[in-house]
């Protein structure tokens, strides 16, 4: 069983790298309804919809306008999340998005960071790089 640790990872936006990565989540969600009817005697459900939304913590980078500057809100973008790294073979996952939110923050004693967040527009894929 494989096994990674988090400094391996890493995000672009298309072929273009995002800089200054401190971390980021991908989470996959599933819709359900209800199917219960008259005499059941435990609730049953059915899976419906799928989606997906995604969030990018890096330290801010003025300068990285085909990472962190093509992430702009209101922007439709294609997403590829490396969770072990962009080597050949390396799993990893993509995804159209739009840009949601970008949050930037900063303190007296530490360094300015940025959140960025992504909605999926559609099927979140499992690929291996090539």
Known sequence: MATHTGSEGTVKVGS????????????????TVED????????????????????????????????????AVGSEVTLNLYPEGASTGDSYFSGTGIVTGKTVTASFDGMVESTISVQGTGTLSNSTAA
């Open 16 to 31: 273009n790298a995002v800089a200054e990565i401190r971390s980021y989540s991908v989470e996959q969600t599933g819709d």
């Open 36 to 71: 219960t009817t008259m005499g059941d005697t435990w609730r049953t459900h059915k899976s419906t919809l799928k989606s997906w939304t995604a969030s990018v913590d890096v330290y801010w980078d003025e300068t990285d306008t085909t990472g962190q500057g093509a992430l």
